[in-house]
């Protein structure tokens, strides 16, 4: 069984940057995907980027030049660096997994691990 546990969360201004990492236990397959989550206050969560086992990302539109993805294999990890960060980012952010490519899995419900998530607050 994996398990997600994130960190790196915070309170920080609009227009500063935050690192968010996502340690993964158990057992990790070669093809193994992970992606970050989102959701703010009175919005429905959202995937806001994948990183697929062969090193394909993908992006949510908002977040696109501002946001990177990427894992560190050795390290079982999985970060997000978060730049020019608005008070529109704000929300509980969480990583999950899911065994397989995931280019097309952008709900909750198509992956199959959770952290518990770590909050961002962006102030104006």
């Known amino acids: 069984q994996v398990r997600l546990a994130e960190s790196g969360g915070g309170s920080v201004q609009a227009g500063g940057s935050l690192r968010l990492s996502c340690a993964a236990y158990g057992y990790i397959p070669h093809n193994y995907c992970m992606a970050w989550f989102r959701q703010g206050p009175g919005k429905e969560r959202e995937r806001v980027a994948r990183?697929?086992?062969?090193?394909?990302?993908t992006y949510v539109d908002s977040v696109k030049g501002r946001f990177t993805i990427s894992k560190d294999i050795g390290k079982n990890t999985l970060y997000l660096q978060m730049n020019s960060l608005k008070p529109e980012d704000t929300a509980m952010y969480s990583c999950?997994?899911?065994?397989?490519?995931?280019?097309?899995?952008?709900?909750?419900?198509?992956?199959?691990?959770w952290g518990r998530g770590t909050q961002v607050t962006v102030s104006s």
């Open positions: 990183i697929d086992s062969d090193g394909t990302t």
């Open positions: 999950a997994g899911t065994y397989g490519n995931c280019a097309f899995k952008t709900t909750g419900s198509d992956f199959d691990h």
